[in-house]
């Protein structure tokens, strides 16, 4: 199995329903998102995927959310936006936008990190 991934950055506020704690009030992070491509074939170029459109279809899902208060998007409007949901979404998001990739390759796991130590993964 040959695996890619792809990182990107995008900033947001949220806040934390029913959380009793610090992510209770609102406040911001400076997401940093890895996305795993993975897939047991090469193409005839020796690539499992092109980079520049992977990193296309990230951006395309990302742009929805940088610099937006996510409580307010759907679906965190009734999901609450942690880590982990926000890592399910994107997967799933980017999921559909990648329905036809050759060689059989999908994407394998989202992991979004809140701080630099901190970060929840989403494997499919
Ligand atoms: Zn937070």
């Known amino acids: 199995m040959y695996e890619v991934h792809v990182d990107e950055t995008f900033a947001a506020a949220h806040n934390l329903r029913g959380y009793k704690g610090k992510c209770e009030d609102l406040h911001g992070h400076n997401y940093k998102v890895r996305v795993v491509l993975a897939g047991p074939e090469l193409d005839s170029v020796g690539l499992l995927y092109d980079f520049v ?72």
């Open 53 to 124: 459109h992977l990193k296309q279809v990230i951006q395309g899902v990302i742009r929805s959310l940088d610099h937006k208060y996510l409580n307010e998007l759907s679906p965190f409007d009734v999901l609450n936006p942690s880590a982990e949901n926000i890592a399910r979404y994107l997967h799933d998001e980017m999921t559909k936008q990648l329905h036809r990739t050759p060689n059989g390759a999908s994407i394998a796991a989202v992991t979004v990190w809140e701080t630099e130590t901190t970060a929840a993964t989403y494997r499919s």
